[in-house]
């Protein structure tokens, strides 16, 4: 049985749409899905600091599980690329902070697989960086922080399906979970 560990970003924890549906993705090939929620006040995203945070709060989550799971981390969590890169875990990063030096120096030494997902209106993005780490890009145009577009909401919810899609195609890519 393979598993999964969803990781969330700062605001709305592992049920926010982008993390829940890549889950759900993972849980119809047959994963066991945990969804991991913060336990403390975090330090500011911007600090290194928060990956040593983060470190504390997933590595008790993956010693408990084993094995190799399948990373899924929104934002703030993609501060676990270390913990990926040194486990040589699969991961899927929702709007990867690639702004952050350690997320991309992370990133760099990651031997397993990565799919990214980003638009190009978010600050902390960066579309060449990430098509230089890894073949796996999901890049929105106009796509914000949320993954939400200009327009009406449909086109931002037509974004998430896009993300699903994009998750599904990346783990028949890589034969997940094999």
């Known amino acids: 049985m393979a598993d999964v560990v969803v990781i969330p970003g700062g605001m709305f924890g592992p049920a926010a749409p982008l ?8 849980e119809r090939r047959g994963a066991t899905v945990h969804r991991h929620s913060w336990s403390t006040e975090c330090p500011h995203p911007n600090e290194p600091e928060v990956e040593s945070w983060v470190r504390g709060e997933i590595t008790p989550v ?13 934002s703030r969590g993609t501060n676990a690329a270390a913990i990926a890169a040194e486990r040589s875990l699969p991961a ?15 990133l760099r030494r990651a031997t397993a697989p990565f799919l990214l997902v980003g638009g190009t209106a978010d600050v902390v993005w960066g579309g060449d960086l990430a098509r230089r780490l890894t073949p796996h890009v999901l ?27 994009a998750v599904e195609e990346f783990l028949d890519a890589i034969d997940w979970p094999g």
């Open 62 to 74: 993956l010693d408990a599980i084993g094995g190799r799971p399948l990373l899924i981390g929104k």
């Open 19 to 26: 993390p829940m549906y890549a889950g759900d993705v993972a």
């Open 92 to 106: 899927v990063w929702l709007t990867p902070l690639l702004r952050m030096p350690w997320v991309a120096e992370a």
């Open 139 to 165: 890049e929105v145009e106009g796509a914000d922080h949320g993954m939400y577009v200009p327009g009406p909401l449909t086109e931002s919810i037509a974004v998430l399906s896009r993300v699903v899609v």
